[in-house]
């Protein structure tokens, strides 16, 4: 049994415009989540001021675990982060990768990792900096099926959660922009079954 | 900041003219100081060799002095073949190159991007060069979307290690496979595969690897007056 319940979540919006969908998809993901019993704290990043990662390693050898750039809230962001069960990166699939939003987030979150290396699933891996990391639920949205961009950004979520030391597999759900209401809820539900399964063996 | 090779803002050049115009396009923000800068200039090196015209521009300009952003698109417009080197952050590509794909598909029309052909240079700092495939399959994905040629790519792993005073030693398969790149890029075909199977030989054994980098760390903490304690747990 795991000693980590899933009890938080936070969501990252990445979509770069405001939509009834992504509206609607946020409430469906914080609704089903609650039922279980999660609290989600949604974050729509496009209405952030978020500063690029500058590439400086700071947060690696001057200020470890903090971007020593304070004018923005991503050490908040990290902080809350790593005091959650759930990341959730909801986001338009771009080239089967994240929205630049995701990203934008994304890349400075290395603070809450080490820069030592170490072996993990056969790999290398940054080492923990904390004891618990997230699990990583990627989210992604298309117009229509794709298969090239639904294998990539399966392939990216699974190798996210790898650098958060799951080995569980990826923990992803691909909706469509014409899917129904009900379809999305199901397949919401789906994963969120899925996940508490795949968490209870960890 | 962008090196163009003329003043000439608005050229009308056809696809003929910009098949032998390449453009770099450095998606790192340490910018010329990069590993992604030094590969990538070096391609551009021999290709100027082989008669072709080249350029660069810095990604993170579009982001940080978004001005920039006419002047991105009229060198993707007056350039055949784009080269985008860039680093692995966080199992994908920076913000800035994911940002520039994102204006450049909604553009794909007006900057006639089915003329033109892509090539990509990856590198990352785990010692395994895989690291960057997935990164690549979203610049591949890009390049199909937008009806660009494919020319392949080159993943680089170990890339902290490189660097202008050490590239003649440690660089030496990277040398040859950008050469060997320039080379088939001359003769209009693509990268080949003996480039892309040298670009991933390890430039120097695991260990060797992991004990510099972990010393490195070390080292740099160590010059500032205070002790520094990088396994900090500061959300804790």
Redesign the interface.
Known sequence: MNAYELKKAILFNGF?ESSVFETSVTQAIVKELEKQNIQTKPIILRDMQIS????CFFC???T???CHRTHDPINTI??DI??SDIYIIFTPI???????EI??V??R??S?V????ETFHG???HKK??PHYPLVWGIGVLSNPEP??ED?FK??VH??AL?LHWNKGPVYIILYEHESSSVINAKIRDSIRVMEELYDAK | MTQSDSEQSFLNLNNHENSHRALLLVGSPKRKKSTSFLLGNYLLEQLRHYGFNVNTFMIHDIVQFPSKLPLFYQEIKNHGILIMAQPLYFDSLPYPVIKALELLNIKQEDLSLHTKKLLVIMNNGFPEPHHNYVAIDILRCFAEKTGMEWLGSLALAMGPVLSPKNFNFFGKNAKKALQLTANALHEGKRVPDVASHLMERKIMPYWIYKYLAHYSWKSHARKNAKQIDLHARPHE
């Open positions: 770069l690029p990662c500058d590439g690696w050898m001057k470890p675990g903090l990290n902080y790593i005091h771009t080239f089967g990768g994240y929205s630049s990203k934008k994304q890349d979150m290395i809450l080490s820069p030592f290396f790999e290398t891996h900096r904390y090239l961009q990539i392939r990216l190798r996210n650098n």
